[in-house]
């Protein structure tokens, strides 16, 4: 079992950039495929990115691609979502999740497959 902690939330303009951090507990975190989501006020909760345990696999949504970037430090048990050239439509809280995976290279979008979620961080862009 992992528990998961975001943070790096906050307030930036619009074209800033913010790296939010999702710290995992427990044991064996590099077992864990992690996906970011994030879920504006209104609509659905979607998946941005996602990487795999041994991080040499990523997904991106089509509207963070080539903005943000996931990254992890199995060592100290963290992923990382950077997020550049913000805009006003990337508001939202952001949630981390994770699954234990057999396979290194598993990537996976789908949000019922995440078993373990971090409690979220908002991020808010302004114009």
């Known amino acids: 079992q992992v528990q998961l902690v975001e943070s790096g939330g906050g307030l930036v303009q619009a074209g800033g950039s913010l790296r939010l951090s999702c710290a995992a507990s427990?044991?064996?975190?590099?077992?864990?495929?992690v996906g970011w989501f994030r879920q504006a006020p209104g609509k659905e909760r979607e998946c941005v990115g996602a990487i795999s345990r041994s991080g040499g696999s990523t997904y991106y949504a089509d509207s963070v691609k080539g903005r943000f970037t996931i990254s992890r430090d199995n060592a100290k048990n963290t992923v990382f979502l950077q997020m550049n050239s913000l805009k006003p439509e990337d508001t939202a809280v952001y949630y981390c999740?994770?699954?234990?995976?057999?396979?290194?290279?598993?990537?996976?979008?789908?949000?019922?497959?995440?078993?373990?979620w971090g409690q979220g961080t908002q991020v808010t862009v302004s114009s």
């Open positions: 427990g044991r064996t975190f590099s077992i864990y495929a």
């Open positions: 999740a994770a699954e234990p995976t057999s396979g290194s290279a598993f990537v996976t979008t789908r949000e019922e497959v995440y078993d373990y």
